[in-house]
């Protein structure tokens, strides 16, 4: 019976360690910022109806989830078809899941592999937990040859001003 009790302890002291020492975090009303053109587009809401991220240390997943808006689907596919001669397609609700590589109080790094047809993908997530800055690292390898982009997303602290936080970071 002793030994009952302390297998029962046991366990029971393993399960609320490990609740305590995980985390999710949400991280939501966010908006983008693309370093290829010197703009502010989709800080208006223009571009996302929900743009979120979904930090689970417990699980080691970091997760973004997107709902763009019908006008944003619109114009990127009637631009895309001008210059492709074909529709885009964009989905109105996508979710991907990253690995998380590193995490602490303040970061969070997470990454994943996607493969298309006829190239491959890695994107890398940075997160910066206190000013909710989010930098999203693409590279893209078309035949042999690697493209990188970054997109930095901006999410508000309760109702926190984006274009400020903008400010501040490159002083624009």
Same mark, same amino acid.
């Given at each position: 019976? &002793?030994?009952?009790?302390?297998?029962?302890?046991?366990?029971?002291? =393993?399960?609320?360690?490990?609740? +305590? !020492?995980?985390?999710?975090?949400?991280? *939501? $009303? %966010? #908006?983008?910022?693309?370093?290829?053109?010197? #703009?502010?587009?989709?800080?208006?809401?223009?571009? /996302?109806?929900?743009?979120?991220?979904?930090?689970?240390?417990?699980?080691?997943?970091?997760?973004? $989830?997107?709902?763009?808006?019908?006008?944003?689907? &619109?114009?990127?596919?009637?631009?895309?078809?001008?210059? /492709?001669? @074909?529709? =885009?397609? =964009?989905? &109105?609700?996508?979710?991907?899941?990253?690995?998380?590589?590193? +995490?602490? $109080? @303040?970061?969070?790094?997470?990454? *994943?592999?996607?493969?298309? #047809?006829?190239?491959?993908?890695?994107?890398?997530?940075?997160?910066?937990?206190?000013?909710?800055?989010?930098?999203?690292? *693409?590279?893209?390898?078309?035949?042999?040859? *690697? !493209?990188?982009?970054?997109?930095? +997303?901006? %999410? +508000?602290?309760?109702?926190?001003?984006?274009?400020?936080?903008?400010?501040?970071?490159?002083?624009?």
């Amino acid at each position: 019976m &002793k030994k009952i009790i302390q297998l029962f302890s046991l366990i029971l002291f =393993l399960i609320i360690t490990t609740i +305590s !020492h995980s985390k999710v975090i949400t991280i *939501t $009303n %966010c #908006s983008a910022w693309n370093d290829q053109k010197d #703009s502010l587009r989709g800080l208006s809401k223009e571009m /996302h109806e929900k743009n979120e991220f979904i930090v689970d240390t417990n699980r080691k997943l970091l997760e973004h $989830n997107s709902i763009l808006t019908d006008q944003y689907i &619109k114009n990127t596919n009637e631009m895309f078809k001008k210059n /492709h001669g @074909k529709d =885009l397609n =964009l989905s &109105k609700i996508n979710s991907r899941e990253y690995q998380i590589e590193y +995490s602490d $109080n @303040k970061f969070v790094k997470a990454s *994943t592999d996607v493969k298309y #047809s006829n190239w491959n993908q890695k994107e890398i997530i940075e997160v910066n937990l206190n000013d909710k800055l989010i930098s999203k690292t *693409t590279e893209e390898i078309i035949n042999g040859s *690697t !493209h990188r982009h970054q997109l930095y +997303s901006f %999410c +508000s602290k309760n109702g926190d001003n984006n274009k400020d936080l903008l400010k501040k970071i490159i002083g624009k």
